[in-house]
Antibody, heavy 119, light 108 residues
């Protein structure tokens, strides 16, 4: 079955950097677009970033443009997000998610990695 | 960017029908998708492309869309359906995704 497992969360100081990883299994990783979606404590879901199946296309929500970078390694079935210049507003549970090829909804989700920005 | 608007809360008694709406100017050109999220859990897709139900989702869940409003309907609500529900869509350019603010369904 499809599994998405995030790792790398933790406490980071304001202005600092952190990289999250998402290990995938149970599907043909290189055929699927991937996403990061976040949820601040007690708040709703927010789409953060997208990467196409081949890594050629990347899109970002305005609030992370220029600070976060999404990447993937199809040889390792892994998705990443490099977060820099973090602020308290970036404190959230970060989920990786995938969609069926060619579709724009989130079919499978990981359990999330918690990022806390605090001094 | 575009916005999706949901009511913050909906309350129904067991066995009744719950309807959760999602309004957005991108409808009907773009599809609505729906997710259920229970406390401490990851979201689960319960409806996609307005009215299609993923495998494993009970038949009491249905979806529809008319004009600028999409609706998730839960017939014969059960206590286990109590959760937050989010609608989601994508913009016409294919470069941005959006969630509604979420609706807390309370089963009285």
């Amino acid at each position: 079955q499809v599994q998405l497992v995030e790792s790398g969360g933790g406490v980071v100081q304001p202005g600092g950097s952190l990289r999250l990883s998402c290990a995938a299994s149970g599907f043909t990783f290189s055929s699927h677009d991937l996403y990061w979606v976040r949820q601040a404590p007690g708040k709703g879901l927010e789409w953060v970033t997208f990467i196409s199946y081949d890594g050629a296309k990347k899109y970002y929500a305005d609030f992370v443009k220029g600070r976060f970078t999404i990447s993937r390694d199809n040889s390792r079935n892994a998705l990443y997000i490099q977060m820099t210049g973090v602020t308290a507003a970036d404190t959230a549970l970060y989920f990786c998610a995938t969609s069926p090829p060619g579709y724009r909804y989130f079919e499978f989700w990981g359990q999330g990695a918690l990022v806390t920005v605090s001094s | 960017s575009f916005e999706l608007t949901q009511p913050p809360s909906v309350s129904v008694s067991p066995g009744q029908t719950a309807r959760i709406t999602c309004s957005g100017d991108e409808f009907p050109q773009q599809f609505a998708h729906w997710y259920q999220q229970k406390p401490g859990r990851a979201p689960v897709l319960v409806m996609y492309k307005d009215s299609l139900r993923p495998s494993g989702i009970p038949e009491r869940f249905s979806g529809s869309s008319s004009g600028t409003t999409a609706t998730l309907t839960i017939s014969g609500v059960r206590a286990e359906d109590e959760a937050d529900y989010y609608c989601q869509s994508a913009d016409s350019s294919g470069t941005s995704w959006m969630f509604g603010g979420g609706t807390k369904l309370t089963v009285l």
